[in-house]
């Protein structure tokens, strides 16, 4: 009905406005009046012509004026298209994603469907040990002669009986736990998809075994003071992991599984002393995934006193040569054992605990060349090392006859 009226009051106020120009101009004409010095004859044209301007500028007034949608189509269509590329883009990147997500819980799903299978398995051995345990107990009434060899055959079917009802047990808690961890990691996983800022999609941000995050926790202390220091603990890994995923919001970014956190309070209350502790990745991890992790624990303690001796070797070589950095490279190898032997944790990566410069390098190689190449390499602790590291060195070369 707004639209009739509007076109209703165009047609009045056009004719209004066409009547009025043309009578205008007649009368103009006839009088013979002339407007910016113009003859008659082309002011009465120039009457009728400012007239239809009049007629299209009043329609367009009235339509602006009365239509929001006009003045969108009219002054906004740009920004319009603008928003809707832009929204097209998103769209395309979300359904990417949303794909990648279906197809993991697809996969979930199956194992369910798996686990529902053994289940059942399961349960009808236990309907067909069931049966054979009837028949060995009629077997014993039936038979005395017979007695022993039936309780033998009534011991067997009880185990087979007791074997599959914790297989029936163990799918369903298994069938349970599975289905609580898709729900919570189907929620994780859109919080953190939510989270997120343009990435690269399949951009790996953690390989497996990598180092998320690590420090050292107090243990014997109480059950809260035990789990306060545990969450303020993962959450600083959760904020690292999402520091290196660019995500803009506070969301959950590790994964890690409840039996895990309750192992790591049930080694906090029982240790005695501080605590290493680290978080690393199970897996590659992808941007825009949740990092499936582990957490690491040892007693922290110190393995070398400041200038502690950690290897001596003599070594043999001629000087000058190639097999002087060969023979600097395979002591080097004997520290990271000797370290990981008395107890330090190598890196789950590379295996070591430790880096020199190389400079420090060369200077033991030139010192070795200098002093013959018949030597005995010393390397010492540069600092107290813990069980941690690094395993910093200090390395001195000593000629021998």
């Known amino acids: 009905m707004v639209g009739v009226k509007i076109i209703l009051l165009l047609a009045i106020m056009g004719g209004a406005i066409a009547f009025m120009g043309d009578k205008l101009g007649s009368k103009i004409g006839k009088k013979r009046l002339t407007v910016f010095g113009l003859r008659p004859h082309y002011t ?31 002054f906004g269509m740009k920004k319009i298209q603008e928003d809707i590329q832009n929204l097209t883009a998103e769209k395309n990147t979300v359904v990417a994603e949303l794909a990648d997500r279906n197809a993991k819980i697809k996969n979930l799903d199956e194992q369910i469907k798996a686990l529902e299978t053994q289940a059942k398995q399961a349960k009808a051995e236990v309907e067909e040990a069931q049966k054979q345990k009837d028949a060995a107990m009629a077997q014993k009434s ?96 959760n904020s690292a992991v999402l ?8 969301v959950q970014a590790i994964w890690l599984s409840k039996e895990q956190v309750a192992e790591a309070l049930k080694h906090l209350r029982d240790g005695k002393g501080d605590m290493y502790v680290r978080v690393c990745a199970s897996g590659n991890v992808v941007s825009g995934e949740l990092a499936p992790a582990v957490i690491e624990m040892v007693p922290n303690k110190k393995i070398y006193d400041n200038g502690e001796v950690i290897l001596r070797q003599n070594i043999k070589v001629a000087p000058h040569s190639p097999q002087v950095d060969i023979a600097v490279m395979a002591a080097l190898q004997d520290v990271n054992k000797a370290a990981q032997r008395a107890g330090v944790v190598p890196d789950p990566l590379t295996g070591k605990v430790g880096a020199i410069q190389s400079g420090d390098l060369s200077k033991i190689s030139e010192d070795i060349s200098k002093k013959g190449g018949k030597v005995e390499i010393i390397a010492k602790a540069r600092g107290n090392i813990m069980i941690a590291g690094p395993v910093l060195l200090d390395v001195s070369v000593v000629a021998r006859p």
């Open 243 to 250: 520091s290196r995923l660019n995500a803009k919001d506070e």
């Open 142 to 237: 039936a038979a005395v002669a017979q007695k022993a060899q039936a309780e033998r055959e009534l011991a067997t079917m009880q185990q087979r009986y007791n074997a599959a009802q914790a297989q029936v047990t163990s799918a369903e808690a298994a069938k349970a736990k599975l289905q609580s961890e898709v729900s919570e990691l189907e929620a994780a996983t859109k919080k953190l998809r939510d989270s997120m800022v343009a990435v690269r999609e399949g951009n790996v941000i953690y390989r497996n075994g990598e180092i998320i995050f690590a420090g050292v926790l107090k243990s014997d202390l109480n059950a809260e003071d035990n789990k306060r220091q545990l969450d303020t603990f993962l959450a600083a890994a």
């Open 44 to 74: 009465s044209i120039l009457i009728t012509i400012l007239t239809g301007i009049l007629v299209a500028a009043t329609t367009m007034a009235v339509i602006t004026a009365s239509s929001q949608e006009a003045r969108t189509a009219l």
